[in-house]
């Protein structure tokens, strides 16, 4: 007799989650509690309720998190500049600890013994989802059926559907070749010739962003300000989290910005092919290094330039909820409190340039910085001694023949 009487499934409604929901009953005897999140996906999710009734879920949850998601995952994360091994701004792993966070939420809400999820053995996914439940609620159970079952193709998932009358879309001809996640910071394409990491992907792939070469030949202009690291208004109109991040997809798409094609480092041990756009976040990171440069302390930006990789890391590999992400996380938020002003920036095919910035919290000082009369701002003849004093390890070392 198994102790699992109640799961709370995180629940697309498609094909691997539905059979999920199946299997679960099946195989535990248990009640199954749906729930589905909007994080921006660019999909309906109220089809998700039909699909759960017309299986006989009593209990469903559908929930719109989109500003929550921006507000407390994608924002904090930009103000650590956070970008992995140098390319991929972790559109899929920021997702992840929200979700984590209301599946036991609701768990515990429902009275339910556990969460099951539809991520596969060999990914990321399954690690993010779990260490985030672990670390909210450490009591809870996990069910990862691709970990466990033996439905492992399309084929034999379609089966089990026809065996189980479950409602499934088969309109294989509308389908997209690639396994694709999205929210509304990203999408990401794996599977099929991206398998191949010498393959180029087909233009049609990209579903966010025309290609840099269709992009108008006229460049866009915008302006975002900014409040303590995050954006707060675009060309002047203030506008929610969520909507900035709409916003800025828009109009960096339009252009042909955001696309990227990475070969990663799995946590799981393996590397894997990639494609993703990004076109809002790319504009976000390009502007808030532009605001730092402003308003930023010289040692306090390097020392967060030094702490990005390890932070960047921690959001990959699913350690949101882990103490040194929260450490890592109240320096930089207390870094931000001066990173206030405007960025203007040309968007033109594929590029972001950063025409111009100014805040009332500059460091910049351009009596001091002139080429031209400083008025003695600056005495020139100071150069001289911090000069010697940075030379004198090096002359040191090379009078006893070590350099």
Same mark, same amino acid.
């Given at each position: 007799m198994s102790d699992i009487n109640k799961v709370v499934l995180a629940y697309s409604g498609g094909l691997d989650t539905s059979v999920i929901a199946k299997w679960l009953t099946q195989t535990y005897g248990c009640e199954v509690v749906t729930f589905?999140?909007?994080?921006?996906? *660019?999909?309906?999710?109220? #089809?998700?309720?039909?699909?759960? +009734?017309?299986? *006989?879920?009593?209990?469903?949850?559908?929930?719109?998190? %989109? +500003? +929550?998601?921006? %507000?407390?995952?994608?924002? #904090?994360?930009?103000? /650590?500049?956070?970008?992995?091994?140098?390319?991929?701004?972790? *559109?899929? !792993?920021?997702?992840?600890?929200?979700i984590a966070k209301r599946l036991v939420e609701i768990a515990a809400e429902t009275g339910a013994d556990a969460i099951s999820h539809g991520a596969t053995g060999k990914g990321n996914d399954q690690v993010r989802f779990e260490l985030g439940a672990?670390?909210? !609620?450490?009591?809870? $159970?996990?069910?990862?059926?691709w970990r466990d079952w033996d439905l492992n193709s399309r084929d034999k998932l379609l089966a089990y559907c026809a065996a189980n009358d479950i409602p499934v879309e088969k309109k294989r001809g509308t389908k997209s070749p690639y396994s694709m996640d999205a929210n509304l910071l990203h999408i990401s394409y794996e599977g099929d010739v991206l398998e191949d990491p010498g393959a180029e992907p087909e233009d049609a792939m990209w579903l966010w962003s025309v290609s840099p070469e269709k992009a108008p030949d006229v460049a866009t202009y915008i302006e975002l300000e900014y409040e303590r690291g995050d954006i707060v208004a675009i060309d002047g109109e203030k506008m929610s989290p969520a909507k900035v991040l709409e916003q800025l997809n828009r109009v960096a798409g339009a252009?042909?910005?955001? %696309? /990227?094609?990475?070969?990663?480092?799995?946590?799981?041990?393996? $590397?894997?092919?990639?494609?993703?756009?990004?076109?809002? *976040?790319?504009?976000?990171?390009? /502007?808030? %290094?532009?605001?730092? !440069?402003?308003?930023?302390?010289?040692?306090?930006?390097?020392?967060?330039?030094?702490?990005?990789?390890?932070?960047?890391?921690?959001?990959?590999?699913?350690?949101?909820?882990?103490?040194?992400?929260?450490?890592?996380?109240?320096?930089i938020d207390e870094s931000q409190k001066f990173v206030n002003g405007r960025v203007r920036l040309k968007l033109y095919k594929g590029n972001v340039i950063v025409v111009g910035r100014d805040s009332e919290n500059s460091l910049f000082d351009e009596d001091i910085a002139t080429?031209?009369?400083?008025?003695?701002?600056?005495?020139?003849?100071?150069?001289?001694?911090?000069?010697?004093?940075n030379a004198l390890r090096l002359r040191i070392a090379a009078l006893k023949g070590r350099l």
């Open positions: 589905t999140a909007d994080i921006g996906q *660019g999909e309906e999710v109220e #089809p998700a309720r039909t699909k759960a +009734e017309a299986m *006989g879920i009593k209990e469903i949850y559908i929930e719109d998190l %989109r +500003e +929550e998601f921006v %507000r407390d995952y994608v924002n #904090p994360m930009f103000r /650590a500049n956070a970008i992995y091994e140098g390319e991929y701004l972790l *559109g899929t !792993s920021i997702a992840r600890p929200l672990y670390a909210l !609620s450490p009591g809870i $159970k996990v069910i990862a059926p252009n042909g910005i955001g %696309r /990227a094609d990475i070969v990663e480092n799995r946590y799981v041990g393996m $590397k894997s092919r990639g494609c993703y756009e990004t076109p809002g *976040g790319t504009v976000m990171l390009k /502007a808030h %290094r532009a605001i730092e !440069s402003l308003t930023l302390d010289r040692e306090l930006a390097h020392l967060k330039d030094d702490l990005m990789p390890r932070y960047a890391t921690l959001v990959y590999n699913g350690y949101w909820f882990a103490p040194e992400r929260y450490a890592l996380q109240a320096m080429f031209e009369e400083d008025a003695g701002a600056y005495n020139q003849g100071d150069a001289e001694g911090f000069i010697k004093l």
